[in-house]
């Protein structure tokens, strides 16, 4: 049996397409993996299982939960279902943006404001971040002092709202209410691109 390690975060790029409004674009997905050397929580399952599996390793997969529910951030969702055996997680608001990729398959469990997932002896706090996504979600994690943002908070400020589904004025409040409430050196890992901070992204909004 494998020495249990201390929650860590892994992490690779995943490299594929987004599509919504009849358009498509080339994108990098981050993929998260939060767990120690036993047990994990994929965050997001974009464009290949195979990438994702790469950043599991052997490890038991607990759950697979999606930020939201665009296609980059699902697309192999059902398709890692079935190959790890756990449950995807999902927030229902995000329902019409699943069926847009997904039309024979559903998600496990609906996410809520408020749910913990634990993992590894640490433990992700669900806070409902609707804007970019009715259903987006951010996952805070105090012990390890990060939040995994999706596409709600990005280096360089708040999440797309132009497409069908968004609501820039929700997006503000969501990031004011309750990622602007977070310590300010917590670390954001985002859905695309680089890490920033609370307290960096705070600054820039001002
Ligand atoms: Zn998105």
Known sequence: MAARGPARVDHAVSSGTFTLDGETFEVDNNIWVIGDDEECVVIDAPHS????LEVVGQRTVKAIVCTHAHDD???VAPALR????????LHPADKPLWELTHTDVLWDVDLADGVRIEVGGTTLEVLHTPGHAPG???LYVPDLGCVFTG???FQGGPGATGRS?????LIAQSIRARLFALPEETVVHTGHGADTTIGAEKARLA
């Not at 299982?49 to 994702?52: C, P, Q, W």
């Not at 079935?82 to 997680?89: G, K, Q, Y």
């Open 49 to 52: 299982v195979a990438d994702i």
């Open 73 to 75: 951030h699902v697309r």
């Open 82 to 89: 079935e190959t790890v055996v756990a449950p995807i997680m």
């Open 136 to 138: 987006a979600v951010c």
């Open 151 to 153: 596409d709600t908070l």
């Open 165 to 169: 589904y968004s609501d820039a004025d």
